[in-house]
């Protein structure tokens, strides 16, 4: 543990009155350095919480619609969009499987081959918007997620509305 002052333990006496010994003091030493550690895991604890809260929150409210599977095909993460454009409430999409939550076989079949094949793909992707009368075009990508030793861990896919750009060129 770092050499900074967390807090200070105060010990009075011992029970009856007897002086402390050399032996006493290391283990109020050891008492006092497994506190900090303690205090201080928790500080770390807490400061990797708020951070995963924040990108959750900035993941949530992106402009692009972005979902996670992982490697087994099972939703990780869909935000507001992501979930919009699938047709399904928050409540339904994490920990399900992507093949038949997801409804529409262009987005199921690039996740489909980022998973299976580790094969990055993209395309545009016409979807009839629920309480939406009107088709909006996405740009959608799959990208393949590693971990630090390199291993697929699953797929992201990102879709963009290019609706009004589509509309512009027409």
Do not use: C, W
């Amino acid at each position: 543990v770092e050499r900074n002052t967390m807090g200070v333990l105060h010990v009075i006496n011992k029970r009856y009155g007897d002086a402390f010994t050399d032996e006493d003091i290391q283990l109020l030493e050891r008492l006092a350095r497994n506190t900090s550690a303690v205090i201080l895991n928790a500080n770390l604890y807490r400061e990797v919480l708020e951070e995963k809260q924040d990108i959750e929150h900035i993941i949530e409210n992106a402009y692009a619609g972005l979902m996670t599977v992982s490697k087994t095909g099972r939703i990780m993460q869909m935000n507001a969009l992501a979930r919009e454009v699938a047709g399904i409430r928050e409540s339904d999409a994490s920990g399900k499987p992507y093949f038949g939550t997801i409804k529409n076989s262009a987005i199921t079949d690039m996740i489909t081959r980022a998973i299976r094949n580790n094969e990055e793909s993209g395309g545009e992707v016409s979807i009839l918007l629920s309480g939406n009368k009107e088709e909006r075009i996405f740009q959608a990508q799959t990208a393949i997620v590693r971990g630090e030793d390199r291993r697929t861990v699953g797929t992201v896919l990102i879709l963009n509305d290019i609706t009004e750009i589509r509309s512009v060129e027409r």
